[in-house]
Structures are given as C-alpha cells and as structure tokens.
C-alpha cells in the first residue's frame, strides 16, 4: 500500500497485534472522551480490565472472520493506529477505527481507506462516529451520511411501562428468526455475531403472528435491540429497562427511533446528545438500536 507519511506502513493485522490494538483504542478514545466533554459530564476514565478483555476476545473473533477487514498502521516501526470491520451479507461495518493522539496527519486516512477495501461489492455500510471534529470529517468524506445520536439515562420510572406480551428469554433456536429481524431493519442478519452481542448481556425475545423483535440487555444497559414493528420495539425497551437494578443506558438512539425517545422520556430518562450514526447506501436502520461495534 502506498504510504501517505514518511515512514508509515498500513498492513493487515495479526494475532500479535490484537493487544496492542486494544491499548491503542483504549487510549484514543479516552482522549476524544476528555476532549468533547460537558462540564456536567462526569469524568472519563480509562477502559476497566473486564471490557479491555472483552474487546480483545471481540477482536480476535473478527480477526479470524473478517481478516481481510482487520488492519494497523506502523509509524518507523511502531504500531500507532488500528482498524477493524466486518461483512455481514451485503452489509460492511466499522468495528473499530483508532490512532493514537500523537501520531495524528496523514495516518488516518489510508488506514481508514484500508478497511474499506473490505466493503467493495457491498450495497450497504454503518459505522459509529464519536464527535471528534477529525472522525466526522473523515467519515463524511468516505462518503458516510452521519446521524446524530442521543444517549437515554437515569433510574426509570417503570410505573408507566405498558404490558409487555409473551417476552421471553432467548432460545439458541431463535437465531433465525433474530437474524430475520436484522435483514428487514438493515438489510442483513448478525450470523455469528450474536454470539458475541450474547457476551456482552442476555437476550430477550418478543414473538407473535404478526411481529418479533429481540433486544440485548443487562442491568438496564441496552446492547441492541431490532424489531418488526415500533410497539413491539418499544415493548421489547421497557423489558430492558425492567431489568434495572439501578441506572439504566441506552446509546445509540438515532433520530428515525422517535418510539425508544418516547419510551426514555415516559421512564423518567434523561436525554443527551452523543457521536453519530454512519451510514452509506441506506438510511439509519428503524426500529433498530444498533449495537457500537457490531452495528
């Protein structure tokens, strides 16, 4: 590949780079945290050990799936910037896009490029932008229509939660129907990435003659959440926020998903802005709450 800054060289990732990958987007994204945030904000903190691995064990899945999707970037022989992304049927997504904060100019666009490389022959593509001014203009560039997102928060008000239905605990054998789900939102199934959206929280379920949906969830920390029809997306939320034993989160929330806007604020959520959702050849999936990495 040709180089864009003296000595810098992008090149496919291997497994031995895996962990330095993860201490490179743990620390980019801490900066870009530091930097865009509110006075009301509380204040960030570096990745914890448990995501750290949970990012590795992500990492080394897609390296293994979607190799040809997996790159970094070498300035004169140091590994200072990542990229990781994967097919999905004619799907391509962004898993992971890094550089370290002072290695920035000249690194980011060809490794960016790089990753792409993985989406040719695909009719569609997400990614998830944070608000760092750079990201925004690279993915606009790459021809990304980018979406603003809110973030819902705070302890819910259940009291106003409707009746949910036949919710239920999700079944190895529902996979076909979840990646049904996903097809008819964003124009592909999840395969086996709902393997790794199932290490990260439990699913849940929502099964009828005429709709399904499923959702991610753990402790009121939504994951994702994909569903046929709004009123069973929105049942599906308030199943999530059920499972709350004390502050609840949902990311992600773009404009088109005014339902999971409603449901928060009927919970007693609070609302904020936050990045913003990437997509190329299709508008911003609903309903559907995409998931940060797996999309």
Not at 15 to 43: G, K, W
Not at 53 to 65: E, G, P
Not at 219 to 248: E, F, N, P, S
């Amino acid at each position: 590949m040709a180089e864009s800054r003296a000595g810098l060289v992008v090149r496919p990732m291997r497994p031995e780079d895996v962990e330095v990958a993860e201490q490179i987007s743990a620390e980019a994204f801490l900066q870009v945290d530091l930097a865009t945030r509110r006075a009301t904000d509380p204040e960030p903190e570096r990745r914890p050990a448990a995501r750290s691995q949970r990012w590795i064990d992500r990492t080394t899945r897609l390296l293994a799936t979607d190799g040809p999707g997996c790159w970094v970037a070498d300035l004169d022989g140091r590994t200072v910037g990542m990229a990781t992304s994967l097919r999905r049927e004619t799907l391509w997504a962004l898993a992971t896009f890094a550089v370290l904060p002072g290695a920035q100019g000249g690194v980011g666009r060809p490794l960016l490029e790089a990753a792409l490389q993985h989406s040719v022959g695909c009719l569609r593509g997400m990614l998830a932008s944070s608000s760092d001014p750079r990201a925004v203009r690279r993915y606009q560039a790459a021809g990304f229509d980018l979406h603003p997102q809110m973030v819902l928060s705070g302890r819910p008000d259940t009291s106003a939660a409707p009746t949910l239905g036949a919710v239920r605990e999700a079944r190895s054998s529902d996979r076909e129907l979840m990646d049904s789900v996903d097809r008819r939102c964003r124009g592909a199934g999840r395969g086996s990435d709902h393997d790794l959206l199932a290490e990260m929280a439990p699913a849940l379920v929502l099964e009828s003659r005429s709709a399904s949906g499923y959702v991610y969830a753990d402790d009121g920390r939504v994951a994702a959440l994909a569903a046929t029809d709004r009123r069973t997306a929105a049942r599906l939320l308030w199943a999530a926020l059920l499972t709350a034993t004390g502050d609840a989160e949902v990311p992600h929330v773009t404009g088109a998903n005014q339902w999971a806007l409603q449901v928060g604020l009927a919970a007693g959520l609070t609302v904020r802005t936050e990045g913003y959702l990437g997509v190329r050849g299709m508008k911003p999936p609903t309903p559907y709450l995409h998931n940060g990495a797996l999309l």
